[in-house]
């Protein structure tokens, strides 16, 4: 407790001191936006983790080829111009000129290439991509072309990924490091530059407006259009303590929340000065991941146990609580989108805590410790993770409830150990709508030797995947749709827990902020 108490202490002093004005003269002329984000950032590589903390740092610090506008459409960012060939098997990219990375040496098509590569070879879309691509190659220092074996639908929707794992593209001295190595040298091409010397690894990060950086002229949609910065800082302060986050922006300290604790949102509602407010037009997704590598959820029974007793209300209720900005949801690519589904969701619908435990104790579950991570920070997913404990107790579940920052439950969740031994059974996360929203872009739906944590494994899932992404016939799309819910739920990749709209919290004085998945500086003005 006393070292919480010190480090609490440290964070406020940071921010008393920014309110004081004790930086510098010369920082004290600038326009300066000081946020409170999702949580503390410790891993700086976007390809290597889908933490969301992680890719909004990125979308600071890197720029994509394209980019997803306000209706979801793939629009050129880093391209200028593009051809496709007649029989559909070659991309031919042109960058735009004058593009430089944050050490002033120009952007290459080499660097292109080698960061679709190591994107390709991790995330889910894009490792799809690659099986489907001959090969990729630079032709000139502005110019590469990717040539696929057979033609597909989704490459610029690919390229242009919104959602985690962004394709960001980084120098290629970088962009070479082993997609399952972290890299630690933060060079982007991006409207922000990475203030290395004032990192404070999971405490502070700063980033300062990119002067060489020379934005679309198109005007800003979503992630697409002109990334024109209008201040020349901003700087993200960790605060664990939700009530002491909510203070510091109503009374000024602190110009936006990221992620307000939605039980302390009632507060700032009563404050003039603040805007509340959802960021993402579709919302999120709520979901339980269980560790299907050690007993006793390595047994599909005992995974489809949990499933009879998980009441989706009991979460949604507890973490967000007003019946407007949630619903229930059974579909594994989300409800009210095309690819909506609730085939083979009875047990997530029929809510029966004896029929659990009956089928727990016949798969052969002996009381075993339960590990279940819990993000104490996370104003979502702590209080989720304490739901799902007292679920998995009613179940008659022994449940080792261990509590770790968010950070260091993104690193941990990449663990195959033993629960025993650092690894896990249980966690519960989120994503966005927009990631989740198909087979190609639902990274944590992946399966065999492209799964996600958890590590869940049906040959028909992916034969399945594979289909869909090469069918061009809606309706036939709609009837794999279909197969894929019921083989999901049937092998229970993970358990659907509820939809969602989250909010974002900020000072009026603050103009433009553009509604994305993700949170993003350029465009906003401080008054």
């Not at 190595?181 to 409207?191: K, M, R, W």
């Amino acid at each position: 407790m006393h070292v919480r108490t010190r480090g609490l202490a440290g964070l406020l002093a940071i921010v008393a001191c920014i309110a004081a004005g004790c930086a510098s003269e010369a920082l004290a002329q600038k326009k300066v936006i000081r946020s409170v984000p999702i949580g503390a950032l410790k891993i700086v590589d976007p390809i290597w983790t889908t933490a969301y903390i992680t890719r909004n740092h990125a979308y600071m610090v890197w720029d994509t080829l394209f980019a997803l506008d306000a209706n979801n459409e793939p629009r050129p960012q880093m391209v200028d111009s593009w051809q496709v060939s007649a029989d559909k098997l070659t991309y031919t990219f042109t960058l735009r000129g004058g593009l430089k990375w944050h050490d002033n040496t120009p952007v290459r098509s080499a660097d292109c290439v080698a960061s679709t590569r190591r994107w390709g070879a991790k995330d889910g879309m894009g490792r799809a991509l690659m099986g489907f691509t001959d090969r990729i190659e630079a032709i000139d220092d502005r110019s590469f072309r990717l040539v696929l074996k057979q033609p597909v639908g989704f490459v610029l929707e690919a390229l242009g990924k919104i959602d985690s794992n962004v394709p960001f593209m980084m120098p290629e001295r970088i962009a070479k490091t082993d997609p399952n190595t972290q890299i630690t040298e933060v060079i982007g091409s991006g409207p922000f530059r990475f203030v290395k010397e004032e990192f404070v690894p999971g405490v502070k990060v700063v980033y300062e407006k990119f002067e060489g950086y020379v934005p679309r002229k198109e005007p800003p949609s979503q992630a697409a259009g002109g990334k024109v910065v209008k201040i020349d800082r901003v700087e993200s302060v960790y605060m664990p303590d939700a009530a002491v986050a909510i203070a510091a922006l109503g009374n000024g300290e602190v110009d936006v929340l990221e992620s307000p604790a939605n039980d302390l949102v009632r507060i700032l509602d009563k404050n003039p000065d603040v805007v509340v407010r959802p960021n993402d037009p579709l919302g999120y997704v709520l979901f339980m991941l269980t560790n299907h590598l050690h007993p006793p959820f390595d047994k599909k029974e005992a995974r489809q146990a949990l499933m009879w007793g998980i009441k989706q209300s009991e979460f949604l209720e507890v973490v967000i609580g007003d019946a407007k900005r949630y619903q229930e949801c059974p579909a594994m690519y989300g409800c009210g989108t095309q690819n909506e589904s609730r085939l083979g969701s009875e047990a997530l619908q029929g809510f029966n805590p004896e029929k659990a435990k009956a089928l727990l104790k016949a798969a052969g579950y002996n009381g075993q410790p339960i590990v279940l991570m819990d993000p104490s920070d996370n104003a979502v997913l702590h209080p989720a993770a304490l739901v799902a404990a007292q679920a998995l107790k009613r179940m008659g579940l022994n449940v080792d409830v261990q509590a770790m920052d968010f950070s260091t439950m993104t690193q941990r969740r990449a663990s195959k150990n033993p629960p025993g031994q650092g690894g896990w059974n249980v966690f519960i996360t989120n994503a966005t709508m927009t990631g989740i929203a198909n087979p190609l872009l639902n990274t944590f739906a992946l399966n065999c030797e492209q799964a996600w944590y958890g590590w869940p494994c049906d040959r028909r899932i992916v034969e399945l995947s594979r289909r869909w992404a090469l069918e061009l016939d809606p309706a036939k799309r709609k009837q794999i749709i279909g197969e894929l819910q019921k083989a999901h739920l049937e092998n229970v990749t993970y358990i659907p827990l509820g939809q969602y709209r989250s909010v974002i919290a900020y000072r009026k004085n603050l103009k433009g902020m553009i509604a994305s998945p993700p949170l993003f500086y350029w465009n906003v003005e401080k008054d």
